[in-house]
């Protein structure tokens, strides 16, 4: 199939609207202000990286030679596997945080109705 005079396959036609419905996504949440811009440019760049690996896989292949691993898909899933596990670490650690909080609040809640 061809678009724009580039030729795609359906996987990369069905990726790229998948990407883009999820930058308009964090788009919109920028605009109504449910997220923060470094938030969203973070977001921004990274969904654009994806794109771009989606229109020129053999960059990912390229790279995953160097490093010795044997595909640019299994660079993709460890480097996805890894972000996901600092994600789930940096919610974790807010969770605390927040967790602290109501902690302290609950107990100054407590204190003042004596």
Do not use: H
């Not at 061809?2 to 605009?31: A, C, D, H, N, P």
């Not at 490093?67 to 993709?76: E, H, K, M, N, P």
């Not at 927040?98 to 204190?111: D, F, H, M, N, Q």
Request: glycine letters at 8%.
């Amino acid at each position: 199939m061809q678009i724009f005079g580039i030729e795609l396959m359906g996987s990369q036609l069905i990726l790229s609207v998948i990407v883009i419905f999820l930058l308009l996504k964090t788009y919109i949440g920028f605009r109504k202000k449910q997220i923060s811009l470094s938030f969203s440019i973070v977001w921004c760049l990274f969904w654009l990286g994806v794109l771009f690996v989606i229109y020129y896989p053999g960059f990912l292949s390229g790279i995953a030679t160097k490093l010795g691993i044997g595909r640019g898909v299994d660079l993709a899933i460890y480097l996805s596997i890894i972000f996901l596990f600092y994600l789930i670490y940096k919610m974790l650690i807010r969770v605390q945080n927040l967790e602290g909080k109501i902690t302290k609040l609950a107990r100054s809640i407590a204190l003042t109705k004596k």
